[in-house]
């Protein structure tokens, strides 16, 4: 018992350490070397899985499929989703669910020739199951999927803490898996039940066992090598980064133009109203006088024109002579003018 603990604590740390080494690199190399690791993790996953490979500790099963490669699988996952984004995100995914459907197609492949040549059976090669199989798979993307909106809500709630952000999103998925595995694989079996309480405690040791090789690359990788832990909307695994930051910007834009149309608006507004309170109007029948011109005002007293329309218009008046009545009042000097 404590020489097969020790093995599969001792693989666990090897494949942790071996995934999150290898996404260190990628300033160097990229992630090709990445996602080819993965795929090739994943494809020893669903081997041992379906070998049905399991060490018992203090009456817990503990499934070295899940135990050791899945969760691998998730701390890789983990990692380049916080500091890749989600198109690396995707591609890692994409990796995944394919070899995990390879995987199983090319055991059968293989029993299918050995049953056609009369070969003997290959007792290393187990036979897959397709519920099982097709179970897994399914699952094994919507965790995936689930551990990068998980993520991101996480962020904008009070468990934003980037050590109990890690745990529960990394806890979280690895209950989701129990659920919907289960539940596709073994839904209607009797034991299904008790497989699935089986397996929450199990994924729950699981999950304090991987979470210290997590959080520590995460603050490594942040604060020591200065790779920030970037915000993203919840949906961004869904979504390209670039196509969400251009809403973004298209968005703002739209905001900023519209706030200064208002802007304007408003000053536009509060010119109008300035110049009706500077406006003053005349309205309706003005009594005048038809021999001197005078204006009677609403207090009945007669003004001169220029007097009153200064009172009730803002605009001054120039005294001048029209030709004609400089004939009238001055005709000496109209002549002289008229001369020149």
Same mark, same amino acid.
């Given at each position: 018992?404590?020489?097969?603990?020790?093995?599969?604590?001792?693989?666990?740390?090897?494949?942790?350490?071996? %995934?999150?080494?290898?996404?260190? $690199?990628?300033?160097?190399?990229?992630?090709?070397?990445?996602?080819?690791?993965?795929?090739?993790?994943? /494809?020893?996953?669903?081997?041992?899985?379906?070998?049905?490979?399991? %060490?018992?500790?203090?009456?817990?099963?503990?499934? %070295?499929?899940?135990?050791?490669?899945?969760?691998?699988?998730?701390?890789?996952?983990?990692?380049?989703? +916080?500091?890749?984004?989600?198109? *690396?995100?995707?591609?890692? +995914?994409?990796?995944?669910?394919?070899?995990? =459907?390879?995987?199983? @197609?090319? =055991?059968?492949?293989?029993?299918?020739?050995?049953?056609?040549?009369?070969?003997?059976?290959? *007792?290393? %090669?187990?036979?897959?199951?397709?519920?099982? #199989? *097709? /179970?897994?798979? =399914?699952?094994?993307?919507?965790?995936?999927?689930? @551990? *990068?909106? /998980?993520?991101?809500?996480?962020?904008?709630?009070?468990? &934003?803490?980037?050590?109990?952000?890690?745990?529960?999103?990394? $806890?979280?998925?690895?209950?989701?898996?129990?659920?919907?595995?289960?539940?596709? =694989?073994? $839904?209607?079996?009797?034991?299904?039940? &008790? +497989?699935?309480?089986?397996?929450? @405690?199990?994924?729950?040791?699981?999950?304090?066992?991987?979470?210290?090789?997590?959080?520590?690359?995460? &603050?490594?990788? &942040?604060?020591?090598?200065?790779?920030?832990?970037?915000?993203?909307?919840?949906?961004?695994?869904?979504?390209?980064?670039?196509?969400?930051?251009?809403?973004?910007? $298209?968005?703002?834009?739209?905001?900023?133009?519209?706030?200064?149309?208002?802007?304007? #608006?408003?000053?536009?507004?509060?010119?109008?109203?300035?110049?009706? /309170?500077?406006?003053?109007?005349?309205?309706? !029948?003005?009594?005048? !006088?038809?021999?001197?011109?005078?204006?009677?005002?609403?207090?009945?007293?007669?003004?001169?024109?220029?007097?009153?329309?200064?009172?009730?218009?803002?605009?001054?008046?120039?005294?001048? +002579?029209?030709?004609?009545?400089?004939?009238?009042?001055?005709? #000496? @000097?109209?002549?002289?003018?008229?001369?020149?």
């Amino acid at each position: 018992m404590k020489t097969e603990l020790l093995i599969l604590i001792s693989e666990a740390m090897v494949v942790y350490f071996l %995934v999150l080494w290898a996404h260190s $690199l990628r300033d160097r190399f990229g992630l090709a070397h990445f996602h080819a690791l993965m795929g090739g993790v994943t /494809a020893v996953m669903s081997w041992v899985t379906d070998a049905g490979v399991t %060490v018992q500790v203090a009456g817990i099963t503990f499934m %070295v499929g899940s135990t050791v490669f899945y969760t691998s699988l998730l701390l890789g996952v983990f990692a380049v989703y +916080i500091f890749d984004g989600p198109h *690396a995100t995707r591609i890692a +995914i994409s990796t995944v669910a394919g070899v995990s =459907a390879m995987v199983p @197609l090319i =055991a059968l492949t293989l029993h299918l020739q050995t049953k056609f040549i009369g070969a003997s059976p290959l *007792a290393h %090669v187990p036979i897959p199951s397709f519920r099982i #199989n *097709a /179970a897994s798979v =399914a699952t094994t993307v919507a965790d995936l999927i689930f @551990l *990068a909106m /998980a993520w991101e809500f996480l962020g904008k709630t009070r468990f &934003n803490r980037l050590w109990l952000r890690a745990f529960v999103t990394l $806890l979280g998925v690895m209950w989701l898996d129990v659920l919907l595995f289960a539940t596709g =694989a073994f $839904l209607g079996s009797p034991d299904y039940v &008790n +497989i699935m309480k089986g397996t929450l @405690l199990s994924r729950l040791v699981i999950a304090v066992f991987a979470f210290p090789f997590l959080y520590l690359y995460l &603050n490594w990788q &942040n604060s020591k090598k200065g790779n920030p832990i970037e915000n993203r909307p919840v949906l961004a695994i869904l979504k390209e980064v670039a196509e969400v930051r251009m809403e973004l910007r $298209l968005a703002q834009k739209e905001i900023r133009r519209r706030q200064e149309a208002e802007r304007k #608006n408003e000053e536009l507004i509060g010119e109008l109203k300035q110049a009706l /309170a500077e406006v003053k109007t005349l309205r309706g !029948c003005l009594p005048i !006088c038809s021999h001197c011109k005078k204006i009677r005002d609403d207090q009945g007293y007669w003004q001169q024109i220029d007097t009153y329309m200064r009172e009730h218009i803002d605009a001054e008046f120039s005294h001048s +002579i029209c030709p004609d009545c400089a004939k009238k009042l001055y005709p #000496n @000097l109209a002549r002289r003018k008229s001369k020149k």
